[in-house]
């Protein structure tokens, strides 16, 4: 092995999102096996000034702000019959410095961390490639187009949905076929894909979790109000689909049920950049809405329950494995669940259906050894099966 060429669709520092968790530790650990270059989009300004902090541990580093309107993107998939995905973080400059690279002679590696970077990886590249998927991402977006409303407005999404699946897959295929391994975060995901697909060279590599970090009983600052007993959160990345659909759904639908057995019940919905139908669900009763927190370990810290009413879910859940980690009772739905290894009424409680999600959480405010058990469990579960040392151990093998 000379050196190894990482293309990112986002620069892993910090890592305070799901995608960036994952890429921030799958980098950390090709660093201890080679030099690494870096190229990589960055989503403002913040994150382009941590990546430049990252620079002088690097071969070389390459960020580029993305800045690209969806309409524009939408108009280049549209003209070049290619999928969204891929046109929203198309770049001349990005492959200009990816072609230099490769020229040079040095890079016998290539890692893609997700799918829309693998479009930078030339057809004659002679080197060894690792895909990693993460998630299905087709899939996803079929989910999209399957569940979107009816109306007339949601017909148009719908038909844009189905489209972005359709090419997705054929894309995913395409590039499956080229690469010596193919990653997802999950064996179930990676079971998918292959039967999707007929691609052979798959495997799950799942995440981890720093339980050093993500400790109950770990030094960190309080930066928070006193919390309102009892404390229902949930945490995620609040402009992203699956997790506004969750809230909007539990705070709609499970809390009132809630609330009608448990009158002082409070729903925090804690991640940065809500959209405006995520703050307008603050007007609800008990619903609060945080934004961005300095800490999330604190709002976990200060939860009664702690849940993942995903409805549409790729893969595994950090947010499930950071708030076992933290020694709460976690209530996911079945779609949250699915990548976790862990078992239903032992180490988390899995839901059926929104009914489901408010009777168990009912269950587990009224009963206070309930939930410490629960979350015991749960720390002690992750804590022996969630290193990423040990999640990562595979790479050895495959580069």
Do not use: C
């Amino acid at each position: 092995m000379r050196e190894i060429l990482f293309l990112a669709h986002r620069v892993p520092w910090p890592a305070d999102r799901g995608d960036k968790i994952r890429s921030f530790h799958i980098l950390n650990k090709l660093k201890t096996l080679a030099p690494v270059h870096v190229a990589a989009f960055a989503d403002d300004a913040r994150d382009v000034g941590f990546a430049e902090a990252e620079r002088a541990g690097l071969a070389s580093l390459h960020v580029e702000l993305r800045d690209k309107p969806q309409w524009l993107a939408g108009i280049e998939a549209l003209a070049k019959d290619k999928p969204v995905s891929l046109t929203s973080f198309g770049s001349r400059t990005m492959q200009d410095w990816v072609d230099e690279r490769i020229a040079s002679g040095s890079i016998s590696h290539i890692f893609v961390f997700s799918g829309q970077m693998a479009q930078y990886v030339p057809a004659d590249f002679d080197g060894r490639l690792i895909m990693d998927f993460v998630d299905v991402d087709s899939a996803k977006f079929e989910s999209y187009a399957d569940e979107g409303p009816r109306n007339v407005g949601g017909g148009f999404m719908r038909w844009i949905n189905a489209r972005e699946g359709k090419k997705l897959a054929v894309f995913e295929a395409e590039i499956a076929a080229r690469a010596d391994a193919n990653l997802f975060v999950s064996d179930a995901e990676a079971a998918l894909f292959r039967d999707r697909s007929g691609a052979k060279n798959v495997s799950g590599v799942s995440n981890g979790i720093d339980s050093v970090f993500y400790d109950p009983a770990a030094s960190y600052k309080k930066l928070h109000p006193v919390f309102p007993d009892p404390l229902i959160v949930f945490t995620g990345q609040m402009d992203y689909r699956p997790n506004i659909e969750a809230v909007s759904d539990f705070a709609q639908n499970a809390l009132p049920i809630i609330r009608a057995a448990h009158p002082d019940t409070t729903f925090a919905i804690v991640g940065r950049n809500p959209t405006e139908a995520v703050s307008a669900l603050s007007a609800l009763p008990g619903v609060q809405v945080t934004g961005a927190v300095d800490d999330v370990r604190t709002w976990l810290a200060g939860a009664d329950v702690v849940v993942a009413p995903l409805r549409i879910a790729r893969g595994i859940q950090n947010k499930v494995l950071e708030a076992m980690a933290m020694a709460k009772p976690v209530v996911a739905s079945k779609a949250a669940a699915e990548g976790i290894d862990a078992k239903n009424k032992k180490h988390f409680r899995v839901a059926k259906s929104v009914a489901d999600e408010a009777k168990i959480v009912i269950e587990l405010l009224s009963d206070v050894d309930a939930r410490l058990q629960l979350g015991a469990a749960a720390r002690a579960h992750v804590t022996a099966h969630y290193g990423w040392a040990g999640q990562l151990a595979a790479l050895d093998a495959l580069l």
